[in-house]
């Protein structure tokens, strides 16, 4: 069993930046791959950024092209904590951003491969 729990939300303007953390349980979070999902009221859940566990080869991250180039997801396995630093923020960014773990191991944005989820954080970008 993983537990995970994020923080960080908040409210900023466009352009700003925040960080969001995601603290898991368990001794074994480095072989999970990590992601970030976000959804905004009436909209489907939707995949941010994936990282893969640290036994994957290929590793890698990848992210949604919505994102690619603004936001960067990033582990720290001694913690057992990962990362997702939004900058330049923009108002379609507002959503509840959620922290998963999944036991297949490499990065992919297939909600049903993460075994594991956060209750989310309310990240909210004003105009």
């Known amino acids: 069993q993983v537990q995970l729990v994020e923080s960080g939300g908040g409210l900023v303007q466009a352009g700003g930046s925040l960080s969001l953390s995601c603290a898991a349980s368990g001794r074994t979070f480095g072989r999970y791959a990590m992601a970030w999902f976000r959804q905004a009221p009436g909209k489907e859940r939707e995949f941010i950024a994936a990282i893969a566990a640290i036994y994957w080869s290929s590793g890698g991250r990848n992210y949604a092209d919505s994102v690619k180039g603004r936001f960067t997801i990033f582990r720290d396995n001694a913690k057992n904590t990962k990362y997702l630093q939004m900058n330049n923020l923009k108002p379609e960014d507002t959503a509840v951003y959620y922290c998963?773990?999944?036991?297949?191991?490499?990065?992919?944005?297939?909600?049903?491969?993460?075994?594991?989820w956060g209750q989310g954080t309310q990240v909210t970008v004003s105009s």
């Open positions: 998963a773990a999944s036991n297949q191991g490499y990065s992919n944005s297939d909600t049903d491969s993460y075994n594991y």
